[in-house]
């Protein structure tokens, strides 16, 4: 069963708004991640949060974690066009990374 | 650093046939690769680890004998697709972790192999 579940399932704001996606997660975790995946390609590793840490930085990213309640958010400030993919947050386990089904993000110019 | 090659980016065949798909790490020796499909607009699913030098682990579900892997060298996986039919057709992403980078379990894709069975 999928470890992480994200909400909204697809999210469209205009260029320059802040965009945030969310993440719940049922089992205990040793971190959580955020990648990004443009259409049709790979995926790309965003930023790792680890279970003691509350918020982490990085860039436009801001991404948030609270354990109490199995649940993460990543938020893109000053959005752009090229921020357009869908984002996927993923937990570990057993040595293999799960991934959620993801939040489709659209910048509208 | 931590560059993951897939190869082909996209095939197209016909139901039947096998396909071959490669999966590369580049700059770093990777003991475990981990194979995923994904179904349009859809999470990625695990399908199996791929661990060099012995076999496969392959999540609940997946075929081991319809979707052959082989992880014959430190950079190099490959997942084949045997007899594929239609329902076969999907988006194959292979990853990789490096032992040599910290956090260790960020993992490094290939940008992904289109399967088109007709």
């Known amino acids: 069963s999928q470890q992480g579940e994200e909400d909204p399932q697809a999210l469209s704001i205009q260029e320059g708004e802040n965009a945030t996606m969310n993440c719940s997660y049922k089992t205990s975790i040793n971190n959580l991640q955020w990648y990004r995946q443009n259409s049709g390609r790979g995926l790309v590793h965003l930023i790792l949060?680890?279970?003691?840490?509350r918020e982490k930085h990085s860039g436009r990213l801001r991404v948030t974690l609270d354990t109490s309640k199995k649940s993460s958010s990543l938020l893109i400030t000053a959005s752009r066009a090229a921020d357009t993919a869908s984002y996927f947050c993923?937990?570990?386990?057993?040595?293999?990374?799960?991934f959620g089904k993801g939040t489709r993000l659209h910048i509208l110019p | 650093g931590a560059v993951v090659s897939q190869h082909p980016s996209r095939v197209i065949c016909k139901s039947g046939t096998s396909v071959k798909i490669e999966c590369r790490s580049l700059d770093f020796q990777a003991t475990t690769m981990f194979w995923y499909r994904q179904f349009p607009k859809q999470s990625l699913m695990l399908m199996a680890t791929?661990?060099?030098?012995?076999?496969?682990?392959?999540e609940q579900g997946v075929e081991k004998d319809k979707f052959l892997i082989n992880h014959a060298s430190l950079t190099l996986s490959t997942l084949t697709v045997t007899s594929a039919h239609p329902e076969d057709s999907s988006f194959y992403i292979c990853s990789a972790r490096d032992p040599g980078r910290t956090p260790k379990n960020i993992q490094y894709f290939g940008a992904g192999t289109r399967l088109s069975v007709l």
């Open positions: 791929s661990n060099e030098g012995s076999k496969a682990t392959y």
């Open positions: 949060i680890r279970s003691n840490e």
């Open positions: 993923a937990t570990s386990r057993d040595d293999k990374i799960i």
